[in-house]
């Protein structure tokens, strides 16, 4: 709880006010998965309020595009290095970027 209660702490601190609102959704979401983790697995002992299942879904979409952005970058630096010469290898970096810049990914 003491860690929940610091995190929450360090995103009130922000400057920019959409950061505070993002920061405070993921932690809220975070706190609640937590919440659930040591819930014991026992559906009466949870009672979730409706803003906590919405930023758990949040940290949840938060999360697979984090990982689907790692996949992409993972895949970029693996297909540069597998690129011939450095003009190749850049004008294929850019048409990738290019491609996941405009959301074709």
Not at 1 to 17: E, H, M, N, S
Request: hydrophobic residues 35%; positive net charge.
């Amino acid at each position: 709880k003491q860690w929940y209660q610091r995190r929450v702490a360090i995103t009130a601190g922000g400057t920019c006010d959409k950061c505070r609102l993002w920061g405070k959704i993921q932690i809220r979401g975070l706190g609640t998965a937590l919440k659930i983790l040591f819930s014991g697995g026992k559906p009466e002992n949870l009672n979730l309020e409706r803003g906590e299942v919405v930023t758990l879904f949040n940290a949840f979409n938060q999360l697979s595009h984090s990982l689907h952005y790692v996949k992409v970058f993972k895949d970029q630096m693996d297909y540069k290095e597998e690129a011939g010469p450095a003009e190749e290898s850049d004008r294929k970096q850019e048409n990738l970027f290019n491609t996941f810049t405009r959301g074709e990914l």
